[in-house]
């Protein structure tokens, strides 16, 4: 069967997902990162976007330590 154009990709994403060690963490951080990239948006510095992710965990109730200093 001939798969259009683009189902290639779905195939191999859904795949990868299949094969998740710990799928509802990893759905948890991507929630967390997609919504500082949907809040900010583009144009603002590292440390921003750094602040950002270890608050939008924290509100997921996830622990995060940062490395970075500030």
């Known amino acids: 069967m001939k798969r259009k154009r683009g189902q290639e990709n779905s195939t191999q994403a859904n795949g990868v997902k299949d094969r ?16 500082v990239h949907n809040g900010l948006g583009p144009g603002w510095d590292e440390w921003d976007y750094h602040r950002a992710a270890i608050r939008a ?3 997921k109730g996830l622990k995060a330590d940062s490395k970075m200093k500030g």
């Open 20 to 35: 998740l060690l710990h799928r509802n963490l990893t759905y948890e951080i991507n929630g967390a990162m997609m919504d």
């Open 57 to 59: 965990l924290a509100e």
